[in-house]
């Protein structure tokens, strides 16, 4: 009954797959400003002026199509001869190129560095060798294969220093992993058979003892290829509310398209009429156009989307979609289990509290019984406390008759049949019902020190053997330090919090008051938490949750938002919409405040963007009609030197303000924790009103600069 020892691993600087191959590492944390990105998007920048790319987006294709037309015309000019008109319209088709170049320099940056990050996980994968046994009773027989060749369902050994072939579910054998080419952390992780972490993933390294693995996935399936194309941005689509969004956009761009198609005629017609003036000419009604449709957010809106699955990925998270993403961004409702999440989850066994009939050191002796098989942190401190203090032997133990009783979540009850006796610990309530249907009595000073512990925030596990209840461990947790103020930081932001736990109503109770949540669920079953998460939906309310185990996968499926711990099961993992490379419960927090930013972000420069264009109105209207119509002149506030100029400085900044925003969308706006008619506001004053006034004065600027040098 021996468990493998583990021992303690300090990581070297020569642990080359961890070092070099990190996700936490030069991939990840790649400086948008890093040279070889930028030589890369340059060159990415031109390749999307292909016809196909540029039609994905359609306000771009309008610029686009625009630009050629103006070269065009600007050719033609030159072949004529040169005169001030051919070297206007030259800058105005160089400018509208640079406008093209500049919005996908924008979203190929952001995909260079998503596929730096794609580059750095396929380092990860080696096509070794793996051990593939015929049967789990003869380890010592195996066939040598390639990992590639191994299929769904084929069982390999991996002993320490080997890697680990393929994605699987341990079946045997407690073993220290190495996940730092995938987590980043490099802290070593325990992976055992049985319970909630016994899930591993191709690519990583066992450091200790050894493990048996049944594969889980075919060739090309398996988690780190998901990741790869993930991140890689293959596969991304764009979410509803960036189609909803570019619906509104094209919307806006066809209706200045319309306007811009029939001011030609009408122009001319008012010459003919006047007999005086010039009508205008089709590279400046080109112009018009592309300083009136939305192009700041048409040229952003690609990279904001992609900048923000990278910023989830750099918090060490894998989302399967854009979708999810956004989602988190306008969750309702969190649901947290307690252990882990809300308390440090290292609940450690305190005192034992005998029944009046049973003495201190029988209620340990069969504690620890009903313990030396439980390999949870709790069940691993009751045999400790045991043994410090009333220093046991393997004497207790010894026997070759008995059965161990696993813990599930419907009986909420554990424990071993040793000999004639049946220990049994667990929930009250559980061991209660136990005892009543052996024709036992439940005394009532075991249910005065139920409640006592209870209300301290502890948990009771009440010990029986038999029909015979003999005492009451108490097992403490802790809240974790800060984790009220994060709370404080959600419900500002108008989200509600309700924490899950197996634990008794008093003791969840007492924690959730502590930790300042908004709501709870004791004794929660799985399908209580499937139950409560479509109460929520059914409320018209978007849910996130975390899971690990497979009991969590219903609920998982049903959560709008569903992140799995990386060290959880398979069924949790395919259930859940996101991944934890980190497996840390309260990453959901900062899910939800990575999903709110993108959509800050992507409100914020549209509401810019929308903004600016007025500005431009102003600009570009009355230079380019004042030979048309003089009375046009009234609107020219801004005084700028000539028709000619204004019309240039208005283009010039309609380039060069996508490239002032590149970092802005890549980095996301500065986060606030607040309700979103907080956040509307602000953003509305500052991007809103920024938008309207940065335009007059970067437009005069460049119009002043054009006019000085004479570059006009």
Known sequence: MMKPEIKSLTKTKNDSESTTFNTHGNATKQNMLNAKLIKEAIKQAFIKLHPKKQ?????????????????????????????????????????????????????ALAEGRSKAQADSLRQTRQDIKARKLESVVHKETFTEILASDLKKGDI???????????????????????????????????????????????????????LIIKITQDKGQGFLDRMIALVDG?????????????????????IFLMVCVTLLPFSKFAVLSSGTGVPVTVVILVALLVCLIPTTIGGLLSAIGVAGMNRMMQANVVATSGRAVEAAGDVDVLLLDKTGTITYGNRQASQFIAAPDVSDKELA?????????????????????????????????????????????????SGIDIDERKIRKGAFDSISRWVTNLGGIVPEIITFHVESIARQGSTPLVIADRKKILGVVELKDTVKAGIRERFAELHNMGISTVMITGDNVLTAAAIAAEAGV????????????????????????????????????????????????????????????MVDLDS?????????????????????????????DIAKYFAIIPAAFASTYPELKVLDIMDLGSPSSAILSAIIFNALIIVGLIPLALKGVRYRATKAATLLRINFLIYGFGGVILPFVCIKAIDIFLNVFHLV
């Open 156 to 210: 390999v050994i991996v002993e320490a220093g080997e890697m680990i072939p393929a994605d699987g579910e341990v079946i045997e054998g407690l073993a220290s992993v190495d996940e730092s080419a995938i987590t980043g952390e490099s802290a070593p992780v325990i992976r055992e058979s049985g319970g909630d972490f016994s899930a591993v993933t191709g690519g990583t390294r066992v450091l200790s003892d050894y």
């Open 584 to 612: 840390n419960p309260t990453k959901l927090i900062e899910i939800v405040q990575i999903g709110k930013q993108m959509l800050m972000t992507r409100g914020a420069l549209t509401t810019f963007s929308l903004a600016n």
């Open 55 to 107: 039609w994905r987006n359609p306000i771009m294709f309008v610029v686009y199509v625009g630009s050629i037309l103006t070269t065009l015309l600007t050719i033609q000019m030159w072949a004529v001869g040169h005169n001030s008109d051919s070297y206007f319209n030259l800058s105005i088709s160089l400018w509208l190129w640079f406008t093209i170049l500049f919005a996908n320099f924008a979203e």
């Open 365 to 413: 002796e069969a504690a620890l019984i009903g313990s030396f098989m439980d390999e949870t942190p709790e069940g691993r401190s009751i045999v400790k406390l045991a043994q410090q203090k009333f220093k046991f032997t393997n004497e207790v133990t010894e026997s070759k008759d008995f059965t161990v009783i696993e813990f599930s979540a419907q009986t909420r009850m």
């Open 518 to 577: 908004d709501d709870f669920m004791a004794e929660a079953t799985p399908e209580q938490k499937l139950t409560r998460i479509r109460s929520y939906q059914e409320q018209g309310k978007l849910v996130a949750m975390t899971g690990d185990g497979t009991n969590d996968a219903p609920a998982l499926a049903q959560a709008d938002v569903a992140v799995a711990m990386n060290s959880g099961t398979q069924a949790a993992k395919e259930a859940a919409n």
């Open 234 to 254: 293959a596969k991304r689509r764009k979410t509803p509310n960036e189609i909803a969004l570019t619906i509104l956009l094209v919307a806006l761009t066809f």
